[in-house]
C-alpha cells in the first residue's frame, strides 16, 4: 500500500505516524521547517534550560502515560515538584494562592465573603439550550458571577488560550465544562457526581492531573519520536497541493527548491491551520482551505529571565501566577520554571519564564526584546519583589500562537467534519480541532491513527498484515 501522509512534524503529527507505523502501516511525514516538534523545543544555554514552547505536560489520558511508555521514556520523565503544586491569582498586586479544595476555598482571600455565597446558588441557575454558542464569560456571569470570571476565569483564560473569554465559546473552547451543564445542570453538581464517569475512563481532571518533563525537557519526546520513524520523516519539504486520485491522494512538495510528488492512501493535516489554509486542493468535490485561515491566532512573547536567587524576595513555592485584565498589568503571568522541575537553572539561580501580549493586548508582543524586558522586569518587581539584574535573558515571539476557539467555532467544526465525509481518506487532526494543550495534541495524535487504522480495514487498499478490523 502508499504510506499515509502527514503533513506536519509537530506532537500531533509525530504521534501519529508513531501510532501507525507500529501497526505495520507505511507513513511519510512531510514537515516544512528544519527541525520537528513544533513549538516543544527546549533550550540549553549557561546553565538555563528553557522551553521554546509549552513548560509542562499535563498527564490527563492513559493515552499519554503509554506514548511515553512504548518509546521507552519512562524513566526519563520528570514529574513536577509536588511541594510546587501551588497556583496563585494576583489581586491588588499581590499573589493570592488559587484554592483547589472547600477548605481552602472557605479561608482563601483571593475571593470575597460575597462572592463565595453566590457561589452556593450555582446548582440552582437556569440553564441555557444545549444548541446555543455562549461566550465563556457568558456562561461564567451567568452560573458564578463577576468576581469568579474577573479572578478565577479570566486568568485561567490567559494562561491557557492567552484568550479572550468574552470571545471564547465555551460549547468549542471548553466543552467538558458545557457538557457538566448540560448533563446535570450545574458544573458542581456535575464535577461531584462525574467523577465516576471519568474514572471509568481513565481520564483525570486537569486540577489534579501530574505535570511532567523530561531530564533534558520536553524536546526529548519528539527528538524520540523522531529517531523512531526514520527516514519516514522529510525535512524542509513544503507541501503545496493534494489532489485525489482514484487509490488516493497525491501529495506536491517542495524539497530543497525542487517540486516533486509522491503517491499516498492517507492524507493527515496536522500542521497549523493558517498554513493548512495555504494548501491547494483538486477533488471531485470542490473544496477550499482558505476559510482555516479565519481562526484567530494572537501573538504572544514569551519572556525568559535568569536571577540570582538572592535578587528575588518571594520564595517561589509553586507553579507559578496569572494576572487577570482588572489588574491592569504588562504581562500575563508567569511561571516558575526552575522551582517545577530540577536542573533548569545554576546552583544558586532560579528561572522565570513570562507571557506577553495575546488577545488582551497584542500590540506588546511585537514590541522590541529591549522593551519587553523592561516591561516583565517592572511587574516582577512588583510581585515577586525581584531586584538586580538578570543573569540571563531569552526572548522568543510566536507572532500566530494559539488557535482561538472563539463564538462562530462551529463553521470550523461544520467544515472539517464535511470535508472528511466528501473526501474520505482526509482527515484533520491538532490544536485547531482537538484542544490546544500538549497532552491534547498526543490524544489527538493517537486517535486520529485509531480511525485511519480502521479506514484501511474496511477499504480495498491492500492492507499489512497487522491490521485487522
Not at 9 to 15: F, K
Not at 218 to 227: E, G, K, N
Not at 295 to 313: M, Q, S, T, W, Y
Not at 316 to 340: A, H, Y
Amino acid at each position: 500500500m502508499n504510506p499515509v501522509a502527514i503533513i506536519g512534524g509537530g506532537i500531533t503529527g509525530l504521534t501519529a505516524a508513531f501510532r501507525l507505523s507500529e501497526r505495520g502501516i507505511p507513513v511519510t511525514l512531510y514537515e516544512a521547517g528544519n527541525r520537528v516538534g513544533g513549538p516543544m523545543q527546549t533550550i540549553n544555554e549557561n546553565g538555563y534550560l528553557s522551553e521554546f514552547g509549552p513548560n509542562t505536560i499535563l498527564e490527563t489520558s492513559p493515552k499519554i502515560t503509554a506514548l511515553i511508555n512504548d518509546l521507552g521514556l519512562d524513566q526519563r520523565r520528570l514529574d513536577s515538584n509536588p511541594a510546587m503544586d501551588k497556583n496563585f491569582i494576583v489581586r491588588n498586586g499581590k499573589m493570592r494562592r488559587l484554592p483547589t479544595s472547600p477548605i481552602r476555598f472557605a479561608a482563601s482571600s483571593l475571593f470575597s465573603i460575597t462572592a463565595k455565597l453566590r457561589l452556593c446558588c450555582e446548582p440552582f441557575i437556569r440553564t441555557k439550550p444545549k444548541t446555543e454558542d455562549e461566550s465563556l464569560a457568558g456562561f461564567v456571569l451567568r452560573r458564578l458571577g463577576r468576581e469568579f470570571l474577573d479572578y478565577a476565569i479570566d486568568p485561567f483564560v490567559t494562561g491557557v488560550y492567552a484568550g479572550n473569554p468574552e470571545n471564547l465559546s465555551v460549547r468549542y473552547g471548553f466543552p467538558k465544562l458545557k457538557a457538566l451543564e448540560d448533563q446535570y445542570n450545574s458544573i458542581i453538581l456535575g464535577a461531584i457526581l462525574g467523577a465516576r464517569e471519568r474514572k471509568k475512563r481513565a481520564e483525570v481532571e486537569k486540577t489534579r492531573a501530574k505535570k511532567l518533563s523530561f531530564d533534558d525537557g520536553l524536546q526529548v519526546l519528539p527528538d524520540t519520536l523522531r529517531a523512531k520513524l526514520g527516514n519516514a520523516v522529510m525535512l524542509r519539504s513544503l507541501v503545496t497541493r493534494l489532489r485525489q486520485t482514484a487509490g488516493g491522494w497525491t501529495v506536491t512538495f517542495t524539497e530543497n527548491g525542487r517540486e516533486e510528488e509522491r503517491h499516498h492512501s492517507v492524507v493527515i493535516l496536522t500542521a497549523p491551520a493558517h498554513k493548512i489554509a495555504r494548501i491547494q486542493i483538486g477533488a471531485d468535490e470542490p473544496v477550499d482551505f482558505s476559510l482555516l485561515k479565519e481562526i484567530v491566532h494572537p501573538p504572544v512573547a514569551r519572556i525568559v529571565l535568569g536571577f540570582r536567587r538572592e535578587d528575588v524576595a518571594d520564595p517561589l513555592d509553586g507553579f507559578g501566577f496569572l494576572v487577570p485584565k482588572v489588574e491592569r498589568m504588562n504581562i500575563l503571568g508567569t511561571t516558575f520554571s526552575s522551582s517545577i522541575f530540577p536542573n533548569r537553572a545554576p546552583s544558586g539561580h532560579v528561572l522565570l519564564t513570562t507571557f506577553i501580549g495575546g488577545c488582551r493586548q497584542p500590540e506588546l508582543a511585537t514590541l522590541p526584546a529591549e522593551k519587553l524586558f523592561d516591561l516583565t522586569l517592572r511587574d516582577l518587581q512588583r510581585v515577586l519583589g525581584v531586584h538586580g539584574k538578570p543573569t540571563y535573558r531569552h526572548h522568543w515571539l510566536f507572532p500566530l500562537a494559539i488557535p482561538q476557539y472563539n463564538i462562530g467555532h462551529k463553521i470550523f467544526a461544520d467544515f472539517m467534519n464535511a470535508t472528511e465525509t466528501r473526501l474520505p481518506g482526509l482527515y484533520f487532526a491538532g490544536n485547531y480541532r482537538d484542544g490546544i494543550s500538549a497532552g491534547n495534541c498526543i490524544v489527538s495524535g493517537h486517535d486520529v491513527a485509531d480511525r485511519i487504522i480502521r479506514f484501511l480495514a474496511t477499504s480495498n487498499v491492500p492492507l499489512s498484515h497487522a491490521i485487522s478490523p
